[in-house]
């Protein structure tokens, strides 16, 4: 099966900046997208960042302009550098991926996956 284990969350006070980044490892796959989701106290997940296999990258309204995810291809990683965080962009972040996979002798297409994620609070 395909892995994700995130990393890079933990504490910072108001205006600062964090870099999370997520691995992706396993069986043969090919992945469709890359991104991020959260989960904030009290409130469902929600999708905060996610980026195409063409490079095509989409934000939340509430990231747009202070968070920057990439991709490192070669890597099987995805980055999301977080700047200019608020307290209210405490959460925990999720890797998220939608992949291709081989399995069985037949390739799996659209299967969701989800790194176990890591907490990032935002606090002075």
């Known amino acids: 099966q395909v892995h994700l284990v995130e990393s890079g969350g933990g504490l910072v006070q108001p205006g600062g900046s964090l870099r999370l980044s997520c691995e992706v490892s396993g069986s043969i796959f090919v992945i469709q997208t890359m991104g991020w989701y959260r989960q904030r106290p009290g409130k469902e997940r929600e999708l905060v960042a996610d980026?195409?296999?063409?490079?095509?990258?989409k934000y939340a309204a509430s990231a747009e302009g202070r968070f920057t995810i990439s991709r490192d291809t070669a890597k099987n990683t995805v980055y999301l550098q977080m700047n200019s965080l608020k307290p209210e962009d405490t959460a925990v972040y999720y890797c998220h991926t939608n992949a291709a996979h081989y399995s069985a002798d037949a390739w799996v297409y659209g299967t969701d996956y989800w790194g176990k994620g890591t907490l990032v609070t935002v606090s002075s």
């Open positions: 980026v195409t296999t063409g490079g095509s990258t």
